[in-house]
Protein backbone atom coordinates (compact mmCIF):
# COMPACT_ATOMS: atom_id res chain seq x y z
CA UNK A 1 0.00 0.00 0.00
CA UNK A 2 2.65 2.39 1.12
CA UNK A 3 4.36 1.33 -2.36
CA UNK A 4 1.33 2.50 -4.30
CA UNK A 5 1.19 5.78 -2.73
CA UNK A 6 4.77 6.52 -3.12
CA UNK A 7 4.52 5.65 -7.26
CA UNK A 8 0.66 7.97 -7.22
CA UNK A 9 3.49 10.81 -5.41
CA UNK A 10 6.60 10.15 -8.00
CA UNK A 11 4.14 10.09 -11.18
CA UNK A 12 2.24 13.51 -9.94
CA UNK A 13 5.59 15.02 -9.68
CA UNK A 14 6.92 14.12 -12.59
CA UNK A 15 3.79 15.55 -14.26
CA UNK A 16 3.77 18.66 -12.92
CA UNK A 17 7.48 19.07 -14.09
CA UNK A 18 5.85 18.42 -17.44
CA UNK A 19 3.67 20.41 -17.29
CA UNK A 20 6.11 23.56 -16.24
CA UNK A 21 8.54 22.37 -18.85
CA UNK A 22 6.13 22.20 -21.60
CA UNK A 23 4.59 25.74 -20.75
CA UNK A 24 8.01 27.46 -20.25
CA UNK A 25 8.93 25.97 -23.74
CA UNK A 26 5.93 27.78 -25.26
CA UNK A 27 5.26 30.53 -23.33
CA UNK A 28 8.71 31.39 -22.45
CA UNK A 29 11.10 29.96 -24.86
CA UNK A 30 13.37 33.44 -23.44
CA UNK A 31 13.73 32.16 -20.01
CA UNK A 32 15.53 28.57 -21.15
CA UNK A 33 17.72 31.08 -23.43
CA UNK A 34 15.95 29.36 -26.35
CA UNK A 35 15.32 31.49 -29.85
CA UNK A 36 18.35 33.95 -29.11
CA UNK A 37 18.20 36.83 -31.57
CA UNK A 38 15.71 35.23 -33.70
CA UNK A 39 11.38 36.04 -33.41
CA UNK A 40 9.44 33.97 -31.04
CA UNK A 41 6.64 32.21 -32.02
CA UNK A 42 4.23 34.69 -30.31
CA UNK A 43 5.87 37.22 -32.48
CA UNK A 44 5.71 35.96 -35.34
CA UNK A 45 2.04 34.43 -35.11
CA UNK A 46 1.21 38.27 -34.21
CA UNK A 47 2.96 39.44 -37.61
CA UNK A 48 0.49 36.88 -39.01
CA UNK A 49 -2.27 37.85 -37.19
CA UNK A 50 -2.37 41.50 -38.12
CA UNK A 51 -3.60 40.44 -41.55
CA UNK A 52 -6.70 39.95 -40.12
CA UNK A 53 -9.30 42.50 -38.71
CA UNK A 54 -11.50 42.25 -36.45
CA UNK A 55 -15.19 44.41 -37.25
CA UNK A 56 -17.74 45.35 -34.69
CA UNK A 57 -20.21 47.63 -36.34
CA UNK A 58 -22.07 49.92 -35.30
CA UNK A 59 -19.38 51.58 -33.39
CA UNK A 60 -21.45 54.08 -32.09
CA UNK A 61 -24.73 53.36 -30.17
CA UNK A 62 -27.50 55.40 -28.48
CA UNK A 63 -30.57 53.44 -26.96
CA UNK A 64 -33.28 53.74 -24.23
CA UNK A 65 -32.41 51.86 -20.90
CA UNK A 66 -34.26 48.03 -21.29
CA UNK A 67 -33.50 48.32 -25.00
CA UNK A 68 -31.53 45.63 -27.01
CA UNK A 69 -29.59 46.26 -29.49
CA UNK A 70 -27.49 44.28 -32.07
CA UNK A 71 -23.48 44.19 -32.80
CA UNK A 72 -22.56 43.13 -36.07
CA UNK A 73 -19.43 41.27 -35.97
CA UNK A 74 -16.96 40.39 -38.86
CA UNK A 75 -13.51 39.76 -39.96
CA UNK A 76 -11.85 41.81 -42.86
CA UNK A 77 -8.69 41.02 -44.45
CA UNK A 78 -8.98 37.15 -44.51
CA UNK A 79 -6.07 35.80 -47.03
CA UNK A 80 -7.32 32.22 -45.89
CA UNK A 81 -10.22 30.19 -44.21
CA UNK A 82 -10.71 30.83 -40.57
CA UNK A 83 -11.29 27.74 -38.65
CA UNK A 84 -11.69 29.52 -35.25
CA UNK A 85 -12.52 32.81 -33.24
CA UNK A 86 -11.90 33.48 -29.41
CA UNK A 87 -12.74 36.83 -28.60
CA UNK A 88 -12.68 38.68 -25.16
CA UNK A 89 -15.13 41.81 -24.83
CA UNK A 90 -14.82 44.00 -21.86
CA UNK A 91 -17.99 46.35 -21.09
CA UNK A 92 -19.65 47.54 -17.60
CA UNK A 93 -21.87 44.99 -17.01
CA UNK A 94 -23.82 47.30 -14.54
CA UNK A 95 -24.87 48.71 -17.80
CA UNK A 96 -24.83 46.15 -20.17
CA UNK A 97 -25.84 42.57 -20.24
CA UNK A 98 -24.81 40.33 -22.95
CA UNK A 99 -28.17 38.81 -23.95
CA UNK A 100 -27.63 35.96 -27.06
CA UNK A 101 -25.33 35.47 -30.40
CA UNK A 102 -27.59 35.41 -33.20
CA UNK A 103 -27.33 35.06 -37.29
CA UNK A 104 -24.39 32.94 -37.27
CA UNK A 105 -22.65 32.50 -40.43
CA UNK A 106 -23.33 28.65 -41.55
CA UNK A 107 -20.10 27.75 -42.03
CA UNK A 108 -19.70 27.98 -37.65
CA UNK A 109 -21.24 25.93 -35.54
CA UNK A 110 -21.85 25.84 -31.27
CA UNK A 111 -20.84 29.65 -30.72
CA UNK A 112 -19.99 29.80 -27.14
CA UNK A 113 -20.51 33.06 -25.08
CA UNK A 114 -20.13 33.67 -21.46
CA UNK A 115 -19.64 35.99 -19.06
CA UNK A 116 -16.35 35.39 -17.18
CA UNK A 117 -16.37 36.63 -13.14
CA UNK A 118 -13.87 38.94 -13.79
CA UNK A 119 -16.53 41.15 -15.77
CA UNK A 120 -15.89 40.10 -19.76
CA UNK A 121 -17.61 38.40 -22.59
CA UNK A 122 -15.33 35.22 -23.96
CA UNK A 123 -17.56 34.50 -27.59
CA UNK A 124 -16.18 31.37 -29.29
CA UNK A 125 -17.07 29.89 -32.83
CA UNK A 126 -15.26 27.30 -34.53
CA UNK A 127 -15.94 26.05 -38.23
CA UNK A 128 -18.29 23.42 -39.44
CA UNK A 129 -16.62 21.48 -41.65
CA UNK A 130 -12.48 22.03 -41.70
CA UNK A 131 -12.93 20.86 -45.53
CA UNK A 132 -15.26 23.40 -46.53
CA UNK A 133 -12.75 26.08 -46.34
CA UNK A 134 -14.83 29.50 -46.86
CA UNK A 135 -12.74 31.66 -47.82
CA UNK A 136 -13.86 35.14 -48.39
CA UNK A 137 -11.85 38.60 -48.05
CA UNK A 138 -14.79 39.32 -45.84
CA UNK A 139 -16.79 37.38 -43.18
CA UNK A 140 -19.49 38.40 -41.35
CA UNK A 141 -19.49 35.84 -38.44
CA UNK A 142 -22.95 37.00 -35.91
CA UNK A 143 -24.92 39.04 -34.67
CA UNK A 144 -24.26 40.06 -30.70
CA UNK A 145 -27.24 41.34 -28.71
CA UNK A 146 -27.16 43.35 -25.81
CA UNK A 147 -29.46 44.85 -23.30
CA UNK A 148 -29.05 48.21 -22.00
CA UNK A 149 -29.73 48.03 -18.49
CA UNK A 150 -29.50 51.68 -16.70
CA UNK A 151 -28.38 55.06 -18.54
CA UNK A 152 -24.83 55.83 -18.80
CA UNK A 153 -21.85 56.26 -21.27
CA UNK A 154 -20.01 52.50 -21.79
CA UNK A 155 -17.88 51.29 -24.31
CA UNK A 156 -17.35 47.39 -25.84
CA UNK A 157 -13.47 47.13 -25.52
CA UNK A 158 -11.66 44.08 -27.29
CA UNK A 159 -9.20 42.78 -24.31
CA UNK A 160 -6.21 42.30 -26.73
CA UNK A 161 -2.49 41.23 -26.12
CA UNK A 162 -2.94 40.36 -22.44
CA UNK A 163 -0.64 37.70 -21.39
CA UNK A 164 -3.57 36.03 -19.20
CA UNK A 165 -5.97 36.94 -21.77
CA UNK A 166 -6.56 37.86 -25.36
CA UNK A 167 -8.52 37.71 -28.71
CA UNK A 168 -7.39 34.70 -30.73
CA UNK A 169 -8.05 33.42 -34.68
CA UNK A 170 -7.11 30.11 -35.96
CA UNK A 171 -6.39 30.91 -40.17
CA UNK A 172 -5.43 27.43 -42.32
CA UNK A 173 -2.33 27.16 -42.25
CA UNK A 174 -1.29 29.56 -39.60
CA UNK A 175 -0.94 28.76 -35.93
CA UNK A 176 -3.03 30.58 -32.96
CA UNK A 177 -2.37 33.92 -33.50
CA UNK A 178 -3.50 36.41 -31.57
CA UNK A 179 -6.13 39.16 -32.84
CA UNK A 180 -3.96 42.60 -32.75
CA UNK A 181 -6.62 44.79 -34.74
CA UNK A 182 -10.36 44.87 -33.87
CA UNK A 183 -12.81 48.36 -32.77
CA UNK A 184 -14.50 49.36 -29.60
CA UNK A 185 -18.26 50.08 -29.53
CA UNK A 186 -19.50 53.22 -27.90
CA UNK A 187 -22.81 53.05 -26.27
CA UNK A 188 -25.22 55.87 -25.00
CA UNK A 189 -27.91 54.86 -22.83
CA UNK A 190 -30.95 57.21 -22.15
Request: hydrophobic share 45%.
Amino acid sequence: MKRNSFLIVILSLIGLMFTALLFLLTQKPQLLGLNKGTSTKKESAQVQAELVRAVLLPEIIEVSANQTFIVKLSYQNLKSALQASDLLLNFDTDLLEFVSVTSLNPAFINPRALVSDQGYLVLSFVEKDVQTEPVAEELMMADLTFRAVSSGKVTIEPILNNEANSSMVIVKGLTDNQLTNINSVSVVIK
